[in-house]
């Protein structure tokens, strides 16, 4: 890839795994991938595919019984995954922080907003509690919550899903973080609402150059808002390309699944590509390729590898990278 | 064009307020609209426009608080509105106008196993023998594609599509008239979505059955409409063929719920309305979009009427009245 100066995040070879009663669950099972300043780079897949896992690693809030056991996640020059927790507390919400999924039920529900923002800012930059809740203020209005001086003393349960989630990003952004992880940030929202979110989002990224890795499984948000995509499959990743080459020559008979899955509107004439089965049990996975078992391409093209041995991430094309036998 | 299928569901200025401590919330506020045998009208809209109170006014499933309820709802040449709950329960929900409730992979019931789950509204509803029911929900879990192995399990051996789908057969089951699916599929991951969609089309070529279908993801009910319908703060603002709502529709506010959409294969920017739907306990007077709406003018004080547009859509916006086309060519409808 090109220069490496802006390299903001780069990772390389990470695993985590949970180590369960039920045996070793492989959540992230060796991913790659880099994200440079002011870059939006997406994370797609199913439900179970390792997305969420993947961020929760780079945020270091992999709880028990779950351990980053191998691999380095180099923020900034610094490995993330050997550095000591009392160093992580001063990059996390700070350098790099993250909307989660559900903003509900991510807000503490017995504090009013305007403090949990402010709680930020008093940690990570020493601000008392008066230019705290000015500020809190300012990020509300900023992120368009209405009769921002008034909300601050809201509580969760008092907001819209739409405004819960934007107090979440406002938190998020409350530290104007080098890079932020967006965790299905408009799923619970929407059309309208989410189009207002993902302009905020473009905003922070062309104004302060904010990386962004966006993970959702909503394809058009994809297509609108990244640079890049990795498509992940049980662990994996198992296509990465620029957006437009994506979405133009999808290669990867998941990613060309998954595309087909999507519908358009006034295109309603033919059925939904849909792929049978569902995503594998990450403690016991299909020897050889993982989708292997799902794969139409397979039976198509008689490919009699693909259950036995697993292929390799290929680079097909400049910047163009499938892990399928198909390309060998 | 072949001859337009019968009507089977008819809604006329239905009404249905919920009693608050700061007065009346206009949840569903004088909505016209017909649902023809055997195709699906989809209603749109965003949170908190009524679409789910109109879905509990038509099967009259009022909470506690309801207030003003009235209207008329034809089904086929009976107005079922005339009838006492008593009647309504027996001859009229499950048995001809059914539903999928929001949520609905959670919304069964965690104790009971799927089969007598499904089969219940046979019984309750059908006055069928258990046997019987049983039958009929064997077929329906078929029918939608459920493992009949399945019919011995809880809802939580089951994954969200494999809920969803026997949420769907419940509905079926009594093989109704009309179903309203609310929001079924906003849950789910896109590929167990696009299946659950491909069912829903399947089953509405199958059965006879006509759907309803509440959603605010318009990609997605593109899928399986016939008819739309746009909600906005209590009103239908707009209602007509599904094909060319999608290819050019016509009231403001439709025009920036579809340009919210984020598209697949086009690189335009997509468009976005600021601001809030209206409470619905104080709406706007006059027009309730005005406020938002990049095309307001004076007349917009006014509440306007549906004006009919290529000769079966309606449209509620004075944008429409042929006075205000002809004596103000400034406010010409961009097309």
Known sequence: MDNGNNVLLDIKNLRTQFFTEGGVVHAVDGINFSVRRGEVVGLVGESGCGKSVTSLSIMRLIAQPGRIVEGQIIFDNEDLVALPESRMVNIRGNRVSMIFQQPQSSLNPVFRVGDQLSEVLQIHQDVGKEVGERRAIELLTMVGVPDPESRIKAFPHELSGGMAQRVMIAMALACVPELLIADEPTTALDVTIQAQILDLMRNLRTKMDTAIILITHDLGVVAEMCDWVNVMYAGRIVEQAPVVELFKTPKHPYTVALIGSTPILGHADKPLTTIPGSVPNLVDLPTGCKFWPRCTARIQHNLEICDKEEPALKTIAPNHTVRCWLYE | ?335
């Open chain 2, 1 to 335: 064009m072949d001859q337009p299928n019968e009507t089977v569901l008819r809604a006329r200025n239905l009404r249905l307020y919920f009693q608050t401590r700061r007065g009346p919330v206009q949840a569903v506020d004088g909505v016209d609209f017909d649902l023809r045998k055997n195709e699906a009208t989809v209603i749109i809209g965003e949170s908190g426009c009524g679409k789910s109170s109109l879905a509990k006014a038509i099967l009259r499933l009022l909470p506690r608080n309801a207030g003003t309820y009235d209207g008329e709802v034809w089904l086929h040449d009976q107005n079922i509105m005339l009838l006492n709950d008593e009647s309504f329960r027996k001859e009229i929900r499950w048995r001809r106008i059914s539903m999928v409730p929001q949520a609905a992979m959670n919304a069964l019931n965690p104790v009971m196993r799927i089969g007598d789950q499904v089969s219940e509204p046979a019984i309750v509803h059908m006055n069928m023998t258990k046997e019987d029911a049983t039958k009929s929900a064997v077929r329906m879990l078929e029918h939608v594609g459920v493992p009949i192995d399945f019919l011995h399990r809880y809802a939580f051996e089951l994954s969200g599509g494999m809920r969803q789908r026997s949420a769907l057969a419940m509905a079926l089951v009594t093989l109704p008239d009309v179903v309203i699916l609310d929001e079924p599929t906003s849950a789910l991951d896109v590929l167990t979505q696009a299946s659950i969609m491909n069912l829903m089309k399947r089953m509405k070529k199958e059965l006879e059955t006509s759907f309803i279908l509440i959603t605010h993801d318009i990609a997605t009910s593109s899928e399986l409409a016939d008819n739309v319908a746009v909600m906005y703060a209590g009103q239908i603002v707009e209602v007509g063929d599904a094909r060319r709502f999608f290819t050019k529709p016509l009231h403001p506010y439709s025009h920036a719920l579809m340009a919210s959409v984020p598209r697949l294969r086009e690189t335009i920017e997509p468009e976005f309305i600021t601001g809030q739907p209206p409470s619905l306990l104080n709406p706007p007077t006059g027009c309730r979009f005005k406020d938002r709406c990049p095309k307001r003018f004076d007349k917009c004080d006014e509440a306007p009427p549906m004006f009919i547009e290529e000769g079966d859509r309606q449209v509620r916006c004075w944008l429409y009245d042929d006075a205000i086309q002809m004596s103000r060519p400034e406010y010409q409808v961009v097309a």
